[in-house]
């Protein structure tokens, strides 16, 4: 089993910033690709952005700029580097991972809050 442990979530001014992060541990073979996904108060679960083992990124359009991912595949890990945060960003934010093995599986973790306030 693969468990994703987040952390970096809280309180923000607008305008501020926050670093999200996100920890795989388990039995893990290999990470094909780690991501964040946020949902808001009664919104459906959106992709913020996704970066796979190799580096490459995609993001949600309305974000490209003021977010960024990066991954650290020795640690496992995931950070998503939010700047110029609005009040519209309030969410829970999910770490996900396609990991591989014998197949690919789909984690989540359980998610931690980030507020904006005006």
């Known amino acids: 089993q693969v468990q994703l442990v987040e952390s970096g979530g809280g309180l923000v001014q607008a305008g501020g910033s926050l670093r999200l992060s996100c920890a795989a541990s388990?039995?893990?073979?290999?990470?094909?690709?780690m991501g964040w996904y946020r949902q808001a108060p009664g919104k459906q679960r959106e992709l913020v952005a996704v970066i796979t083992r190799a580096g490459s990124t995609n993001f949600a359009d309305s974000l490209k700029g003021r977010f960024s991912i990066s991954i650290n595949n020795t640690k496992r890990t995931v950070y998503l580097q939010m700047n110029s945060l609005k009040p519209e960003d309030t969410a829970v934010y999910y770490c996900?991972?396609?990991?591989?093995?014998?197949?690919?599986?789909?984690?989540w973790g359980q998610g931690t809050q980030v507020t904006v306030s005006s």
């Open positions: 388990g039995t893990i073979f290999s990470i094909a690709d």
């Open positions: 996900n991972a396609h990991v591989t093995g014998w197949s690919t599986k789909t984690f």
